[in-house]
């Protein structure tokens, strides 16, 4: 399997669940980043993994607990997430953290 | 005022036209990303540049430094070409952030 993967594709959480997102990348790549998109804006950057190393955290609430266990996998672990968090959660990864990135397909969150 | 700025916002043409899309920024940039959203989510990269011109298969990536202005051409566009494109530029300063458009949208018609 080629490029980044994303699982599960759609997720539907309660407010008092506990769910993750996973990535995986097969590029051979060391850097690798969260997005979130919600609707009509632009993409918002979360956390970058450099080296394994989160080397951003922007401003992200600490509902949202990244984890990078290794180069090619990125988890972003969800706990009593908000209504406002719905959105599309994009994960990309890059040779090194300012190269080109490439996308993985996204995960649809919808929190209820 | 952002500090990428993406024209049109929204674009509507029959198959076979030529497209424009513009880009426009006001930071000094190391690089300009060029992005392609499809319905359903997934993005795919077209092309990163600093200077000059791209070009792969129909699409065509110019990049002006001194005019701090990039455009995205389609040649005989078709309706698989429709999706939201986005700009992106690496700013030199800040450590390099990545700093997104907000899209715009194309819808190309048979």
């Known amino acids: 399997e080629t490029g980044v993967t994303q699982t599960p594709r759609h997720l539907v959480m309660g407010m008092t669940n506990k769910k993750s997102l996973k990535c995986e990348q097969h590029?051979?790549?060391?850097?690798m980043y969260w997005y979130k998109q919600s609707a009509k804006k632009p993409l918002e950057l979360m956390f970058v993994?450099?080296?394994?190393?989160?080397?951003e955290n922007n401003s992200v609430p600490s509902r949202f607990s990244p984890e990078c266990p290794n180069s090619s996998h990125l988890f972003l672990h969800l706990h009593t997430l908000q209504p406002e968090d719905s959105a599309l959660y994009l994960c990309?990864?890059?040779?090194?953290?300012?190269?080109?990135?490439?996308f993985g397909p996204g995960t649809r969150l919808t929190v209820t | 005022k952002n500090e990428v700025e993406q024209s049109p916002q929204n674009l509507t043409a029959q198959e076979g036209e030529f497209i424009t899309i513009n880009c426009s920024y006001s930071?000094?940039?190391?690089?300009l990303h060029w992005l392609q959203q499809h319905p359903g989510g997934g993005i795919v990269s077209l092309f990163m540049?600093?200077?000059?011109?791209k070009k792969h298969g129909r699409l065509i990536a110019t990049i002006n430094i001194q005019e701090k202005h990039s455009s995205l051409h389609i040649t005989a566009s078709h309706p698989r070409d429709s999706a939201v494109y986005i700009c992106?530029?690496?700013?030199?300063?800040?450590?390099?952030?990545?700093?997104w458009g907000a899209g715009t949208k194309l819808i190309i018609k048979p």
């Open positions: 990309a990864s890059s040779q090194a953290r300012f190269y080109e990135q490439y």
């Open positions: 590029l051979g790549h060391n850097a």
């Open positions: 993994y450099n080296f394994k190393e989160q080397t």
């Open positions: 930071v000094g940039i190391s690089a």
């Open positions: 540049l600093s200077s000059g011109k």
């Open positions: 992106a530029v690496y700013r030199m300063d800040s450590n390099y952030q990545l700093i």
